[in-house]
């Protein structure tokens, strides 16, 4: 009989039962089932200095997988052991994981003989295993799904070992695994292979710390559920008036004063979420003692009377447990399933699909290493982004002439005093309070864990001092630097590797106070973006559309083809965009834009010194500086790099030997959304070089860089011999009949 082994003694978990266990005077408790069965079965031992008390055990009927479920030191473990035939081991695994999945609490170690080499080239001598391909991609993806992650290869990624020898094909195969889940992999502190004894496979120990020791940090987020208590309402407003009133004349700056204000105010919430929490499980407990009593009491009567108060007893614990369940639904935005008749089911698997869209299994270390450790995962982003919001020169390595040349001939229109007066304005709380109105409520709140609704909720006793905290800071005063920390979430670009940090899109979850800030200037700033960007840039300005980008093309294509003008289309992938814009280069093109100093000291102030940390698979990152980009995730950033890029835009338009297709108002050249350009290439064997040689200068002062290598083009009507010649030239992604632009 195959004996699978999993041990506890300390920390150690054992695949196989080494002979130096049974010297060892633990109490042990062992299950075997079927050991008569012809078929090989498989068994769990533990050994335990603590007792194990067992409270749930599950047997496969032909003796192949058994999982035991208990309590070891007030922590719930799910021991699981499986033992794969040696054909269709992915039909048996992808079952054995579904019985699994609903069987398993709390801290899970599967372990067991797959009979498979999970990767043949790095877990088999000879480089190859006859499982077919694509039974070891079901076999992936089911340990995938429930997030299982091969200990032994995560502490081991670059090396060869086996665990069972083939003597008649001479070869060795690593079969033996321990799997754990992924955010339960920060436990493990060894994994290894030792030697083959007794048995004619190799145990693997795992060494793992107690599961009260994950690398989580806990984060606070307002339960907005709270808010709709009046009693909750009248306290913290007057909190708040209290707090503003007496700091009034202190000689502390404005900015630090409004930050401390938002820890005195979490505190209080704190305070009245603990009250109601312990209220509602003592509401609960005893609304589920009264009808537990009123059941039995209706098991004898069988009386109309006790089942009419059985049924109202029934009511009062649904209107206690709604307020958990809306939020539940409010996290995964599904507000049907409140009609289904298992939500609380719907709402678990709802969560799961959300989660796992979040989840990052591995991830490309600098070193070329692949990692699934989460700490070692949120370190590579860390690392990736400090790096990326550092890219920029500083701003003596450009020369202050160079950059004033460029811009003097670049900039299309300038504002004038008229027009700059609305934006100079101090900041008022019709508007901080308009701007609060239009803040999206169930969004993710910034590291403050306060999100648009409490601003909502409050606004009447916040609007004044806000706007104090807001007209200060043309005093020379800065933003404090807890107020521009954010959490940054990574969210996975279509068609890109997920296995590197660059395949996934940095969205920052800025606080809201802030986010109400950079909206306020964002209103100002769209009354006169218009007049500061030409018609060709669509993306983020008022009364223009992406579609007026598609029907430019569209429109192009025609008329190059009905004219027979040979053109071309060049849609360029600029890399990061939005994250490498130079800030010394942004606020250049404001002032040259003539914007006024007040409203460019405002700007400043968001980008003072921002700091962040990186949020994945729930752990947090330390803590790094920025230096350049514009955060995607704050209201006023796609106007910034609108303006941003304007300059090169109109340098694009001026220079005559790029050439375009002539329309009746003029010639039409590039047609840009943000940051994706698509340029009406009309001569392009002299026309190409000049586009990247804009791209040159300008990435040189702005921080921007061209994907070469990702730039696409597609031939509208340029002759054969002439493609070639430019397929020669340049190194794009030639499309053959057509490219995809804005979704079309």
């Not at 407990?285 to 009808?291: A, V």
């Amino acid at each position: 009989m195959h004996t699978s082994v999993a041990f506890l003694q300390e920390t150690h978990f054992c695949t196989t039962a080494p002979p130096t266990l049974r010297d060892r005077r633990f109490p042990t408790v062992f299950f075997d089932h079927n050991p008569d069965s012809k078929s090989r079965g498989t068994a769990i031992l533990f050994a335990s200095n603590i007792p194990f008390e067992m409270t749930d055990i599950y047997r496969a009927g032909d003796g192949r997988c058994l999982f035991v479920k208990g309590g070891i030191a007030g922590s719930t473990y799910t021991f699981a052991n499986l033992y794969l035939p040696n054909t269709d081991q992915h039909v048996r695994l992808a079952k054995a994981l579904r019985i699994l999945e609903d069987f398993a609490e709390g801290t899970l170690v599967l372990g067991g003989d797959l009979n498979v080499a999970l990767n043949p080239v790095e877990d088999s001598s000879s480089n190859y295993h006859r499982t077919p391909h694509r039974h070891l991609r079901r076999i992936q993806r089911s340990l995938t799904a429930l997030r299982l992650v091969d200990t032994w290869r995560a502490m081991n990624p670059s090396a060869r070992d086996y665990t069972y020898y083939s003597s008649v094909h001479n070869t060795y195969t690593r079969l033996d695994y321990f799997f754990v889940p992924q955010y339960v992999l920060p436990l493990v502190r060894t994994s290894e292979i030792q030697a083959i004894t007794w048995s004619d496979h190799a145990p693997i120990v795992m060494t793992m710390s107690s599961p009260l020791l994950r690398p989580r940090e806990g984060t606070w987020q307002l339960n907005t559920s709270l808010l709709a208590d009046p009693l909750l309402r009248a306290d913290v407003t007057d909190a708040i008036q209290t707090f503003f009133a007496d700091h009034q004349t202190a000689e502390v700056p404005q900015p630090t004063i409004w930050e401390a204000h938002k820890a005195v105010i979490r505190g209080k919430l704190i305070s009245w979420a603990s009250r109601k929490r312990r209220a509602l499980q003592a509401e609960t407990e005893d609304l589920l003692s009264e009808i537990r009593k009123i059941e039995l009491e209706h098991h004898t009567s069988r009386d109309a009377d006790t089942y009419t108060r059985l049924l109202q007893a029934r009511t009062r614990l649904t209107n206690v447990l709604n307020p958990r369940l809306q939020r539940a639904i409010l996290q995964t935005k599904c507000f049907f399933a409140l009609h289904e008749d298992k939500p609380g089911r719907l709402l678990a698997r709802l969560l799961k699909k959300q989660r796992t869209r979040a989840y990052v299994p591995t991830i490309r270390t600098r070193d070329g290493s692949e990692t699934p450790h989460p700490a070692r995962i949120a370190k590579s982003f860390r690392e990736y982004y400090s790096t990326l919001y550092h890219s920029a020169e500083a701003p003596d390595r450009v020369p202050i002439s160079l950059l004033d040349e460029y811009l003097k001939t670049r900039i299309p229109y300038c504002l004038s005093e008229i027009q700059r007066a609305p934006l100079r304005e101090p900041m008022t709380q019709e508007e901080i309070t308009a701007a609060v109105k239009s803040q999206k409520n169930g969004k993710a709140p910034g590291p403050d864990g306060l999100p648009a609704l409490y601003y909502k909720r409050f606004g009447a006793a916040l609007s004044p001092s806000f706007a104090a905290t807001l007209n200060s800071l043309l005093e020379d005063h800065t933003l404090h630097p807890h107020t521009q920390a954010a959490t940054i979430v990574v969210l996975p670009k279509a068609g890109k590797d997920p296995k590197l940090c660059s395949s996934y899109r940095p969205i920052s979850l800025l606080k809201s106070d802030l986010k109400i800030f950079a909206t306020v200037l964002a209103r100002r700033l769209r009354a006169v973006i218009s007049l500061l960007v030409q018609k060709d840039q669509v993306g983020f300005v008022p009364a223009r559309e992406a579609r007026d980008g598609t029907t430019r093309t569209l429109n192009a294509i025609h008329c190059s083809r009905q004219r027979g003008v040979p053109m071309i289309l060049l849609s360029t992938d600029a890399e990061k965009a939005f994250d490498r814009v130079s800030w010394h280069f942004l606020f250049a093109t404001l002032h040259a834009m003539h914007l006024p100093p007040e409203f460019i000291s405002w700007v400043a102030a968001l980008y003072s010194s921002p700091n962040a940390r990186v949020r994945v698979n729930g752990i947090l990152s330390d803590t790094f500086q920025i230096r350049n980009g514009i955060r995607q995730g704050c209201p006023l950033s796609p106007l910034l790099f609108a303006l941003s890029l304007e300059p090169f835009l109109e340098s694009v338009r001026r220079n005559e030997a790029i050439t375009g297709i002539t329309g009746h108002n003029g010639t039409h050249k590039v047609s840009a959304y943000a940051d994706d350009l698509l340029f009406y290439v009309t001569k392009p064997v002299a026309s190409l070089p000049e586009i990247v040689e804009e791209f040159r200068t300008y990435g040189t002062l702005s921080n921007l860089k061209l994907n070469m290598d990702k730039s696409e083009v597609l031939n509208i009507n340029v002759p054969g011999e002439a493609e070639r010649v430019l397929r020669r030239m340049h190194p794009f992604v030639w499309c053959s009949s057509k490219m995809r632009y804005l979704g079309c």
